[in-house]
Structure formats: C-alpha cells, structure tokens
C-alpha cells in the first residue's frame, strides 16, 4: 500500500478492549461517562446481571438483565469472557461483542474490577488495556463515601478495606491514573486511548509495510 | 506509601527517551518544535556535531559543535549513545545526559534517524520509547519536498528513496503518526507522552504498592 504515491496511507487496526477499574468512590462511573460522551468511536460494553433493575435502569443499556437459569446456561456455554458472583447476585461480560468489536477495528470501554480484568487479560492479553484509576489518597476516599451519606459506618470500613486491598493489583495494570480533578483524570484517559490506537502493534499484518 | 491516609498519593517514576524519528519533509522540526513548546517537563537532546554551525545556530542550543578530533576521542571514550555519518560530518547523542534524566525522572524529546532509534535501542530498551511520523502520501511527501524550492530533481528523487526505505522500519517503532494536519499530528503525540508517563512499568519500585 505504501507503494502508491497517490493512495493516502489508509491503517486498518485491531479494535482495543480498555478496562477501567477503581475502587468504590474513586469516581469510575463519572469518568467514563465522560469519556464515552467525548472519545469517538468508543463504545460501553453492556454486562449481564441477575440483579433486577433498579429504578430507571433500562435492559439493554445499562444491564442485559436475565434471570439466574438463563445466566448458569450462557456459563455453562462459554458464553462469557469474565464473569463474578457480587454479593447475592452474578454479573457476567460476554464473548461475542467482544470479539466482534475487535475483528472489526472498534473500541470498548469496560468498567471491570479486579477479578473480571484478571480473567479478561487470560483471553484478551494483547487487545486489552487495563488502566486502574487511585482517588488522591485514602483519607479523601473514605471523605468521599461518607459525603455520599449512603453507606453506613461498617459499610465504610468494608470499603476501604477493599480499595486498599485491590489497590496492590496495580502492579498488574498497563496504566494508573490519579483522580485528583475529574478534567485532569480525563485528559490522562483520552492521551491513553489516542496512543494505544497509535500503537503499531496493533495494525493488521496486510496494512505494514 | 499506600498505607498513610493523610498522604496524597505520590509516585516517582523514571524519566522516558521519547525518539521521533520521520521522512525528511514529513513535518518532524515543526512537530517536536511545537511539542517542547507546549508539553510540561519535556527537553530536547542537544546532539554532538562536527558539522559547522549555520547562521543563526546557536553551541549548545542547536548543537554542541566539536572538531572532528574531539568528536573522535568522545567516541573511543564510549560517550555516544549512538552516532552517525550523514553527508562528511559526524553526528552523536551523548550518554550522560540521556542517563541523568532518566534518572532524576526528566523526559527527553530526540531528533533522531531510523539508524539511531535501532542504536539506541540497544542501550535503552525500556526507557526509550519510538514515534515514526508519516506523510499523508508519497505524493504529498513529493508536493512538500518541491514546494521547499530547495532541492533539484535529483535530490528530491533521492530524498523519496530513502523516504521509503526508511518507512520499511515502521514495524520496529512503538507508535506511527500521520502528518496530514499538525495540530492533528500534535495532538497524538501529545496523548502518546501522557500515556507513557502513566504507565505503570515505569513506576518505580519502591512507590509500587
């Protein structure tokens, strides 16, 4: 293809799966709304849950919501690529969209914990970026969730704990991001996405020179 | 570190050698002109030559300009990084300076050809990361060079040549960029900067959790 002088150099890629993890607080559901507001061609990546609907919540967007047989059946089928009992309910991310967005050179943003990007990274290892977003530091995490006033102090505490535990797996991510000013996070997350689809790794064998 | 809960979190990471390589007539002066200009913390490499200085080129701006003697015995003292032939006059990056910013956590932008980037490689495999910007088009590439006015046919035939030997080499680079509009063209370097400086591998041991 770089051999035609008048033929414009036309990449093809891979699509990329980004996932994002943070602990509870730390402020991973604004920043990838935003991203997803503001980052053409990125795509939410829609889970599975038996969890039944909160208010507002509309199946299709913000969950596939199925019943628990169904769910074990899809398992039982390989169907997902990850997938996590949390508290009384499963919650699961399945293959096919997945594997359709890669072929097809489109990106996905997943919002992932700990556990789902450990069991995505086995089958995606080299289409999949994982970025672990940190609140500045513990004492403003545990000011943000009793600013919420919705957690108990126990629930609190549980938290935390959690967040720092998680936290040690950040040696496992490709990247991490401060969460000090939602704008600066932001920007750090779209200079991460421009530059893993700037990566020639990523371009398809036919379209290298 | 992860441990206070008053402590912001702070990490000290290790400073990266970003080398932009490019086609002559690809646009690399302008683009890594308005990069320093516009990036925080990024500094050039200033290069070792035994080419004498051009009107207006300032000793220790543009170059540190040396005898062919003095760039001779630096070079059997092991002091270049790498080092060229281009034309009658010897071209080289030092190693010190390369080594302190890495060090003290300071990034370097370098000017640099596809034979340096693969010289110093060797050196700085992890610290080093490789940026080839691309012209639109051949064409395009053709049109810039004879809109310079400064080169005959000959030249210009011969510049193309290289041009796209030197595209060969793309698969050995980190990350690609098309020049086709350089604020564009900025734009993703910019995000490749920001991305490299949130990766987790460069994290220093000691602030890994």
Same mark, same amino acid.
């Given at each position: 293809?770089?051999?035609?002088?008048?033929?414009?150099?036309?990449?093809?890629?891979?699509?990329?799966?980004?996932?994002?993890?943070?602990?509870?607080?730390?402020?991973?559901?604004?920043?990838?709304?935003?991203?997803?507001?503001?980052?053409?061609?990125?795509?939410?990546?829609?889970?599975?849950?038996?969890?039944?609907?909160?208010?507002?919540?509309?199946?299709?967007?913000?969950?596939?919501?199925?019943?628990?047989?169904?769910?074990? @059946?899809? +398992? &039982?089928?390989?169907?997902?690529?990850?997938? !996590? =009992?949390?508290?009384?309910?499963?919650?699961?991310? *399945? $293959?096919?969209?997945?594997?359709?967005?890669?072929?097809?050179?489109?990106?996905?943003?997943?919002?992932?914990?700990?556990?789902?990007?450990?069991?995505?990274?086995?089958?995606?290892?080299?289409?999949?970026?994982?970025?672990?977003?940190?609140?500045?530091?513990?004492?403003?995490?545990?000011?943000?969730? @009793?600013? +919420? &006033?919705?957690?108990?102090?126990?629930?609190? !505490? =549980?938290?935390?704990?959690?967040?720092?535990?998680? *936290? $040690?797996?950040?040696?496992?991510?490709?990247?991490?991001?401060?969460?000090?000013?939602?704008?600066?996070?932001?920007?750090?997350?779209?200079?991460?996405?421009?530059?893993?689809?700037?990566?020639?790794?990523?371009?398809?064998?036919?379209?290298?020179?």
């Amino acid at each position: 293809m770089l051999d035609d002088p008048d033929q414009s150099f036309v990449f093809f890629r891979q699509g990329i799966l980004f996932l994002l993890s943070a602990p509870s607080g730390a402020g991973k559901t604004t920043l990838s709304g935003q991203l997803l507001g503001q980052v053409h061609d990125l795509h939410p990546s829609i889970s599975y849950t038996t969890r039944p609907p909160r208010l507002g919540e509309v199946d299709g967007q913000d969950y596939h919501f199925i019943s628990e047989e169904q769910f074990v @059946r899809l +398992r &039982g089928a390989g169907a997902f690529a990850e997938w !996590a =009992r949390v508290h009384d309910f499963l919650y699961g991310t *399945a $293959r096919a969209p997945l594997d359709e967005a890669l072929t097809s050179g489109h990106d996905l943003l997943l919002d992932i914990d700990v556990q789902g990007v450990s069991q995505l990274k086995t089958s995606y290892a080299a289409s999949s970026v994982s970025i672990f977003v940190l609140p500045p530091s513990w004492g403003e995490l545990e000011r943000r969730l @009793r600013g +919420r &006033g919705t957690d108990n102090d126990e629930v609190i !505490a =549980r938290r935390l704990r959690r967040a720092r535990e998680e *936290a $040690r797996e950040l040696v496992n991510y490709h990247y991490w991001v401060v969460n000090d000013q939602v704008e600066r996070a932001v920007t750090i997350l779209q200079g991460i996405i421009t530059a893993e689809r700037a990566r020639v790794l990523r371009l398809r064998e036919r379209t290298v020179v």
